[in-house]
């Protein structure tokens, strides 16, 4: 990530009018549901939603973001809510492009709305045999199918079509993975694709 970019990121957490989720990804507490708790990877956390959902359902979570103001206002509120073990959360300040991942880590990685595409083999790499990646993410806009655009910021107010992911991109992908669960489809007018996948058991140390 550029310091142009980290900067952005850094000034718009700083904006107290700024929002983001405040509830946890639906796709990853389902997933929750029929995965025992272990250690978890947060990738692009943010104020920390996916983390404190983690933590309270028993994972040991690193939450990782390249905004220092980010996960002070994560920490801050996970320290706040009674019903969060924020001992369980490890808040760690680094750029994900050049974030060392240790293989076979993580029996769980969740990524919610973030371009990780150029880290993708790394990540999977961190997965443990048998652990769970769940990964959100926008999809092309209908026009980009006839068009190129390069823009930063596309006409809904999201990341532009550079940043997100073609039709089956994301598939093709983790075509390493068993997918227990693939779609596309439109969410409040944005088209979004979901993958939940499960690194093999045989896959090697």
Not at 28 to 43: F, H, N, Y
């Amino acid at each position: 990530m550029t310091a142009d970019e980290r900067q952005r990121w850094e000034s718009r957490y700083e904006r107290t009018a700024f929002r983001s989720p405040e509830d946890p990804s639906p796709i990853l507490e389902a997933t929750l549901e029929s995965v025992e708790p272990g250690r978890a990877l947060d990738i692009a956390t943010g104020l920390g939603r996916n983390a404190r959902l983690l933590a309270d359902r028993g994972w040991t979570v690193d939450a990782i973001d390249i905004s220092r103001t980010a996960l002070e206002r994560g920490r801050s509120r996970s320290a706040r809510e009674q019903r969060s073990d924020s001992s369980s959360i490890n808040w760690i300040l680094a750029d994900v492009d050049t974030y060392c991942f240790r293989a076979s880590r993580y029996d769980l990685i969740t990524i919610s709305f973030f371009d990780a595409r150029t880290r993708l083999s790394a990540i999977l790499e961190a997965l443990a045999p048998g652990g769970v990646l769940v990964y959100e993410h926008y999809l092309h806009s209908i026009d980009a199918v006839c068009e190129d655009d390069s823009s930063n910021v596309d006409r809904k107010g999201g990341p532009s079509d550079q940043y997100r992911f073609a039709p089956n991109e994301l598939l093709e992908a983790c075509s390493s993975l068993r997918i227990r669960f693939y779609d596309e489809r439109p969410v409040r007018g944005e088209r979004r694709v979901v993958l939940v996948g499960e690194r093999l058991e045989s896959a090697s140390e």
